[in-house]
């Protein structure tokens, strides 16, 4: 009967249990890693990005 009363006392808590992970500033997605921003690993499809964004970066400038 002693939780039946500690819950009738302090209510049923359904939030996040835990403590959240600390944010570390790693990279966590492939896509920000450089060889996937400059097509390095070897996909044709990162290569050709990689070239797209490249004229991008370039295109203004003189």
Do not use: C, W
């Not at 209510?11 to 896509?31: L, S």
């Not at 044709?44 to 295109?59: I, L, M, T, V």
Request: net charge positive; no cysteine.
């Amino acid at each position: 009967m002693d939780d039946f009363q500690n819950i009738l006392e302090n209510g049923i808590n359904f939030g996040r249990g835990g403590e959240r992970p600390k944010e570390d500033g790693k990279v966590k997605t492939k896509a920000k890693k450089k060889k996937y921003i400059t097509g390095a690993h070897g996909s044709g499809s990162a290569r050709q990005k990689a070239k797209y964004r490249e004229q991008r970066a370039n295109r203004h400038k003189k």
